[in-house]
């Protein structure tokens, strides 16, 4: 998460502030991941993790302090979202749409050919949910849906917000898995979660927000869990 | 090419299992179109009743246009596409619906209010084509712009009309002397001032868009 000067950084923020309506939600934030690295942000509510993940997604400007992917500053903005998949907490897929026309419709947008749609949708077990439309799914088989949906253009970095919330232990599984797999094949892997215990389970570097200002960085396996605990006690106060 | 392919189908395939805009745009003209034939049906009103019941359905369902989209926004948003492009196929699947909304209702106007719009029909069609991109590119654009208001329905039409009130202007005064009989020529102005209207508000649309919808 931190280092020196290396080049092959897959995202890098230097002094990130945003401010809404005069009010800072994030105060200052440096941070900087690797190829193959999965970081979880782990932070009370209203702490600015989602802030923060939309500010990496590009789908925020900064109110101040700077952001490079793919350690190339000067590249233009459609290249860079070419490269990054997005699992926000809410769904993006329509409802009215099956599974196979959202993944279809997304894959279009980033020149995916539709035989890539049929192999994400055998490598994530949906085929036979394929001609379900959305609204019919369960929380679980949206956000495996979603999950798709994301890595449908193979990402060098995917961003997921929250993504264990509402999942059961099965689902779970299968998402840490899925998310170990794309850290593997050198992807890296950005998420915000409330749980230790998740970023325990994917090996993750952990990074503690609290009141916009990233407090704590470190191996999860080697923080102190009810030290993190108290870290979020504190925030929600 | 590919990419508007891709949104405008997509739009239409949800507006045609939804039925979200054109049915709550085309009611609303049905209605408009019988109020206003019931307290004023002279030929000569038939200008402003066609233009006010368009206007008004519009600024109703192109409210809903980015409602429906609000949660899939981001999705289009971080796809690698000039947002510019994500306005415009928005507009296009407005413009159709609006399209839709005019043809079904001219049948009701021909009824209440003169014949001459069914002599005129090939005329009309360049003045109905030229306000209803304007209204589109308007629509659209500030239609995004409330999205996230929690009293969008009621912003829209006052952010909208006054906008859109030189376009009206014009194309009831273009649809008025085409009704009337007279050639083209004689409307020209009227008719270009739609055209510049149109050229500018798409081209400022398109480069305003992508702050739009920037939180």
Redesign the interface.
């Known amino acids: 998460m931190s280092g020196g000067n290396l080049p092959g950084w897959v995202v890098e923020a230097h002094r990130l502030v945003k401010v809404f309506d005069y009010r800072p939600v994030l105060r200052g934030i440096d941070l900087r991941v690797r190829p193959g690295e999965t970081l979880a942000i782990l932070g009370a509510n209203g702490s600015g993790k989602t802030t923060l993940l939309?500010l990496i997604?590009?789908?925020?400007?900064p109110t101040r302090g700077s952001l490079t992917w793919f350690g190339d500053p000067s590249a233009p903005p459609?290249?860079t979202?070419?490269r990054?998949g997005?699992v926000?907490h809410?769904?993006?897929?329509?409802d009215?749409?099956t599974v196979r026309?959202n993944l279809v419709?997304?894959g279009?947008?980033?020149?995916v050919a539709p035989s890539r749609v049929e192999s994400v949708l055998d490598e994530h077990a949906l085929a036979p949910l394929a001609a379900r439309r959305v609204r019919v799914l369960s929380r679980g088989q949206r956000q495996q849906v979603n999950l798709a949906?994301a890595l449908l253009h193979a990402p060098d970095l995917l961003i997921l917000d929250e993504p264990y919330t509402g999942l059961d232990v099965g689902a779970a599984g299968r998402l840490t898995s899925t998310l170990r797999a794309c850290a593997a094949r050198g992807c890296a892997v950005i998420l915000t979660t409330h749980d230790p215990a998740g970023a325990e389970a994917l090996d993750a570097s952990v990074a503690i927000l609290l009141d916009g200002r990233l407090t704590g960085v470190g191996a999860a396996m080697g923080l102190n869990r009810s030290m993190l605990c108290d870290w979020l006690r504190e925030g929600r106060r | 090419m590919k990419a508007v392919r891709l949104l405008v189908g997509k739009d239409l395939l949800l507006e045609w299992r939804g039925r979200e805009i054109v049915s709550v745009m085309g009611l609303l003209a049905l209605l408009l179109a019988i109020v206003l034939g019931a307290t004023r049906s002279g030929a000569d009103a038939a200008p402003s009743a066609m233009w006010v019941t368009y206007a008004f359905g519009a600024t109703l369902g192109f409210a809903r246009t980015f409602v429906i989209e609000r949660d899939h926004l981001a999705g289009l948003l971080l796809a690698p596409l000039d947002r510019g492009l994500i306005f415009l196929t928005k507009a296009l699947a407005n413009w159709l619906g609006l399209v839709v909304v005019q043809v079904l209702s001219l049948p009701l106007l021909g009824a209440l209010f003169t014949e001459a719009i069914w002599r005129h029909l090939p005329a009309l069609a360049l003045p109905l084509l030229l306000g209803g991109i304007g209204l589109a590119a308007v629509g659209t654009l500030l239609g995004a712009l409330v999205v996230q208001a929690r009293l969008r329905e009621a912003l829209l039409p006052i952010l909208m009309l006054p906008v859109v009130l030189p376009l009206v202007i014009a194309a009831v005064g273009a649809t008025a002397g085409i009704l009337e009989g007279l050639p083209l020529r004689a409307v020209g102005s009227e008719l270009r001032l739609l055209l510049a209207f149109d050229i500018i508000f798409v081209t400022a649309s398109f480069l305003l868009f992508e702050y739009v919808v920037e939180e």
């Open positions: 939309r997604s590009t789908l925020l400007a459609q290249a979202r070419r990054i997005l926000p809410e769904s993006l897929l329509y009215s749409l026309e419709f997304y279009g947008l980033y020149a949906r």
